[in-house]
């Protein structure tokens, strides 16, 4: 029972020399990359750059000892970031101490928010968000993440929580750009997006090892960070206008409670909510494609102990929202992370880097900063999965064009709520309308199939109806109006068996519709029988009465109805389509 909620005992048993190597090797290349990351995303969250290392230390170690999965590796992230900024800029002003307080506050009611989702084993929630709308929040949360970062690259003044607010508020100081900026922002973008796709296969090509390339490679945003460092320090451009970090408090943060405050938390708690759900889908998603990998499981419930445990660890080292990151997770697993303890290896990386590197980023430029969140976020716009989706689904299509366009329009909070809703809405709208079929015997088998796509044997006595979906409110009625209007164009009926194969749920609404079309059958003189119904749902209808006002049989399986209703004796035969 304790190993449960403390999976850090499963892995601690095995814990031997050749996985500390792995984990160690994995922290020293996460380090190297989370280090300009956690400034960038904490100046993305509208924070002191500090607060983005202060949220790198101990929500990895709490992860350590909590989460499920070997490789992800917890800290801030772009989505989550923005959505930060979003919740605390309606609060307090940027800078002040009451934006760190209501940040910090923010983390911690995430962290209470998934710790009870947790332990309430809700870890279901994350299947109520499709995947095309998934995939289009964060397209277009990565494009309003990249639009906010223009300000930096340009060296102006510009606000807004949406795309076109963005723009149009750069767009209206393109004339006061400052160039020593710019050419530094555009230097490091470029930089950047040369170094992700080009320096790799040029380092083997000059003869270096496929992994100490990866290394290097995955190095090139501290290389960004240290050359532009020092040309801002060496030509003093601070002095000609460029933005640089400034002066970063050394030393590792102070524990303390965040604020109590009642009214602050009832102001936080939507977004808290909404930052606790996105986190959490962007985070299991992660790690269970990195665990497939492995042939490795994670448990989703004991995952949102384990992300709770983390913003409460960021919200007491005075940082911010925190969960799993893509990149820095991908380049976890890559590097051979074997256990969580490469996270806790990790913090310490960032510890000492608080300790002792702040000082070195004073001249850091914002702008290389906002280039490698450009660069980041860019990886994560998939506008293709527009055109796949519209191939394959029309209704996936318009839910993610849809979560698409009011993320851009209205902000990332509409833009999740959005997609939220219409994840439910399209799952409603499917089964609504459930699949089902008349079917028929395959002659000289006991197989049935569908009568519209096989040459089948049907009877004018008997009619046999499939149902590919579990019944419930949203299609109880779909159902008696389908029995209603075969049995109208069918006077020659006698028997309508319901075939249930794939009905998993039979709920109170189904029930009654269920015990309508029973005494509406039983009024046309049609016996209603039901086959092939499965054990949980049998033991749900032997509570009610149904199954005893019910004027026909419940049969085994579709050939014990066919043989026992005379389903054979003047068979018809019907070729509308090739077998499959």
């Not at 923010?106 to 009870?116: D, E, M, P, Q």
Request: proline content about 4%; some cysteine.
């Amino acid at each position: 029972m304790l190993e449960r909620y403390l999976p850090i005992l499963q892995w601690l048993k095995v814990y031997n020399r050749s996985t500390l190597t792995s984990d160690l090797i994995a922290a020293m290349i996460v380090t190297i990359m989370l280090i300009p990351q956690s400034l960038a995303y904490a100046l993305l969250a509208g924070l002191p750059a500090e607060v983005g290392l202060y949220a790198s230390i101990l929500p990895l170690v709490a992860y350590a000892v909590f989460g499920t999965s070997r490789t992800l590796a917890v800290g801030p992230v772009a989505v989550v970031s923005l959505m930060t900024a979003a919740a605390v800029g309606n609060l307090a002003l940027q800078g002040t101490a009451e934006y760190l307080t209501a940040a910090i506050a923010l983390a911690f009611l995430s962290g209470v928010i998934l710790i009870v989702m947790g332990l309430l084993r809700l870890g279901i929630l994350a299947n109520f968000l499709s995947h095309p709308v998934i995939s289009g929040f964060i397209t277009a949360s990565g494009l309003i993440i990249a639009a906010s970062q223009l300000k930096h690259i340009l060296g102006v003044d510009a606000s807004g929580h949406n795309l076109l607010d963005i723009l149009l508020s750069i767009g209206a100081r393109l004339d006061q750009v400052n160039l020593p900026t710019l050419a530094i922002g555009v230097s490091a973008t470029a930089f950047l997006f040369w170094v992700r796709k080009q320096l790799k296969p040029l380092l083997i090509r000059l003869g270096l090892k496929a992994r100490l390339a990866d290394i290097v490679a995955k190095a090139g945003p501290v290389l960004a960070v240290v050359a532009t460092t020092l040309v801002t320090w060496g030509l003093n451009l601070g002095e000609q206008g460029v933005r640089v970090v400034g002066n970063v408090p050394g030393g590792l943060p102070g524990l303390h409670l965040p604020s109590f405050d009642i009214d602050l938390w009832q102001q936080l708690l939507v977004s808290a909510l909404l930052i606790s759900i996105v986190g959490f889908v962007e985070s299991v998603s992660v790690a269970q494609t990195l665990a497939a990998k492995r042939r490795q499981r994670i448990s989703p419930d004991q995952e949102l102990i384990g992300l709770g445990s983390s913003n409460i660890a960021s919200a007491v080292s005075g940082g911010f929202p925190v969960t799993g990151g893509f990149s820095r997770s991908v380049v976890n697993f890559d590097a051979g992370a074997a256990t969580p303890a490469a996270g806790a290896f990790t913090a310490v990386g960032i510890a000492i880097a608080t300790l002792v590197l702040t000082p070195l980023i004073f001249f850091l430029p914002q702008a290389t900063l906002a280039a490698t969140i450009i660069v980041a976020v860019l990886s994560l716009v998939d506008l293709g999965a527009l055109k796949r989706t519209w191939a394959y689904s029309r209704s996936d299509f318009t839910a993610m064009l849809a979560t698409i366009l009011l993320t851009l329009a209205e902000g990332v909070e509409m833009g999740i709520i959005a997609g939220v809703g219409l994840s439910v809405l399209l799952y409603l709208y499917r089964t609504s309308k459930p699949h089902s079929a008349i079917v028929g015997r395959v002659p000289g088998t006991e197989h049935f199939r569908n009568v519209d796509r096989f040459e089948v044997e049907t009877s004018p006595r008997l009619l046999t109806l499939r149902i590919d979906e579990s019944l419930y409110f949203a299609n109880a009625r779909y159902l008696e109006d389908r029995v209603y209007d075969l049995i109208a164009e069918r006077p020659q009926i006698e028997h309508l068996v319901l075939m249930c194969p794939a009905v998993n749920l039979i709920d109170a609404s189904a029930l009654e519709s269920l015990e309508a079309i029973n005494h509406r059958l039983k009024d046309s003189g049609v016996h209603f029988h039901l086959s092939e119904v499965k054990g949980p749902v049998m033991d749900r209808l032997k509570r009610t009465h149904f199954l005893e006002e019910l004027n026909g049989k419940v049969f085994l399986s579709q050939y014990d109805a066919w043989e026992a209703l005379g389903g054979g004796r003047q068979p018809e035969h019907s070729t509308l389509a090739p077998p499959l």
